[in-house]
């Protein structure tokens, strides 16, 4: 059976930094893209990072580019996402999602396999 299983999510002021785990089983975890959703209230979800496990070739949105940093761990079929500089605009749940990629390139236009989420909140 395929699981997600997300952990780190929390409360930080503004400016703080949480990092993220998401913690895969069931699956080969080579030759997947797994990708970071988030989801505000009242807004959509809303992908904002991926990272192909056969070549660790990342994706950010801009939201996000050069604050948040996605990586790996093959070994331990984890993926990790380090948030800095946190703002309030980043408050959400945060979701992991899987699929195989089939040598695509992040992101993918659909993930079979999710997680239950960890809530972010910031405070200013």
């Known amino acids: 059976e395929v699981q997600l299983v997300e952990s780190g999510g929390g409360w930080v002021q503004a400016g703080g930094s949480l990092r993220l785990s998401c913690a895969a089983s069931?699956?080969?975890?080579?030759?997947?893209?797994i990708a970071w959703f988030r989801q505000a209230p009242g807004k959509e979800r809303e992908g904002i990072s991926c990272?192909?496990?056969?070549?660790?070739?990342?994706y950010y949105t801009e939201s996000v580019k050069g604050r948040f940093t996605i990586s790996s761990d093959n070994y331990e079929n984890m993926v990790y996402l380090q948030m800095d500089s946190l703002n309030p605009e980043d408050t959400a749940v945060y979701y992991c999602?899987?699929?195989?990629?089939?040598?695509?390139?992040?992101?993918?236009?659909?993930?079979?396999?999710w997680g239950q989420g960890t809530q972010v909140t910031v405070s200013s």
């Open positions: 999602a899987a699929d195989r990629a089939y040598g695509s390139i992040c992101p993918l236009p659909l993930y079979d396999y």
């Open positions: 069931g699956f080969a975890f080579n030759d997947y893209a």
């Open positions: 990272i192909t496990t056969d070549d660790g070739r990342t």
